[in-house]
């Protein structure tokens, strides 16, 4: 296990999230922290998630699998069965990790239960949790006053309508959190939220009953980490700031710092990025500043598969150094500094 030389003991870590993003910060960070808690929206209905969803009656797997991937700790032929998807019949296009939770949640007591034993088989570190057990959709009302229900439509109605996102909701609104959740978050040393999609993966599991409420209430080091390029269909246009105004305007304020990659990148990536609407997040410091939210400029992104994104490594190790320094001069109301 290694360590930032600032830190004496492993802190207790609650991630936020969904998506790549999460599952990539979830690959680095293991090999730092064992106390890892990733809390993981279940509000999406497209792909082959949104298929078992339909038909099986139970949560989306797929945010869930991608985590329980990042943090597994088992043999190479495991893992690629794991992600193996089928490439024919009725099955194809289906995840065999997506099956196996579905057939594990038909054996279990619960979608909680259904992951945590599927977790231990592949002998992940820490744990991951549905944020919820509600069925849940995502809604979305745009600038122009329109709205749309449902994860895999927003993005297609934000290019129709050709306008902002100015609000998501769930419906129903307000579900209860997991108690497993609310409690992870409670004993938290560092939480940190994102990266991913801004409105679909980060967002989701702030506007579950109980999540940012306990994430206000804690006296853990709270960090944003901001998406490394803007997401068309989403976030268009969208500086560092404007990301953090959007988590601010669902969930309050959340997190005093505001981790961004300051590492450029090539002219030939950001000419394949700009082809399908998307550009590197603006970093206006200053106006991350105004919001009360400290920037920490570094560079936490790399090319995986000609794709410019966080370097799951370099990420981990930025986290960890950022919590090294400032857990030294941070007081918590248990006592411990």
């Known amino acids: 296990m ?40 279940v509000s999406d209905d497209g792909g082959g998630s949104g298929v078992l969803r339909d038909e099986l009656g139970m949560p989306p797997p797929g945010d869930i699998r991608n985590c329980i991937q990042a943090l597994s700790n088992t ?16 099955l194809k296009g289906q995840c065999f990790g ?53 994860e895999s439509a927003i993005a297609r109605q934000k290019r129709i309508h050709g306008c902002r996102i100015k609000r998501v909701s769930l419906v129903p609104e307000r579900p209860p959190a997991l108690y497993s959740c609310v409690n992870a978050i409670e004993k938290a040393d560092m939480i940190i939220l994102g990266p991913g999609s801004l409105y679909t993966s980060v967002i989701p599991n702030l506007l579950v009953e109980g999540i940012a409420q306990a ?15 803007t997401q068309p269909g989403e976030t268009e246009n969208y500086t560092a700031s404007d990301h953090i105004r959007a988590v601010f305007a669902h969930g309050g304020k959340l997190f005093d710092y505001c981790l961004v990659n300051d590492a450029p990148a090539e002219p030939t990536a950001l000419e394949r990025y700009g082809r399908k609407g998307a ?49 030294q001069t941070r007081v918590y109301k248990t006592g411990r500094k």
């Open 279 to 327: 550009e590197p997040v603006t970093v206006d410091a200053q106006e991350i500043e105004k919001l009360g939210v400290i920037p920490v400029l570094a560079n936490v992104a790399g090319y995986d598969n000609s794709y410019y994104r966080h370097n799951p490594w370099l990420l981990a190790a930025e986290l960890i150094r950022l919590y090294g320094e400032k857990s």
């Open 2 to 41: 290694a360590f930032n030389k600032y830190i004496t003991a492993s802190p207790a870590v609650v991630c936020i999230g969904g998506g790549t993003g999460m599952s990539t910060m979830l690959r680095g960070l293991k090999n730092y922290v064992k106390d890892i808690t990733a809390i993981v929206t």
């Open 98 to 150: 997506n099956l196996l939770l579905a057939a594990m949640n038909g054996i279990s007591e619960s979608f909680e239960d259904a992951v945590a034993k599927v977790s231990d088989v592949l002998a992940i570190t820490g744990r991951v949790l549905p944020v919820t057990d509600e069925d849940v959709n995502l809604k979305a009302e745009l600038e122009d006053g329109s709205s749309v229900v449902g």
């Open 215 to 229: 994430i206000m209430a804690s006296d853990a080091i709270k960090v944003y980490i901001c998406n490394v390029m």
């Open 75 to 90: 043999e190479p032929t495991m893992e690629k069965l794991w992600s193996y998807r089928f490439e024919s019949g009725s």
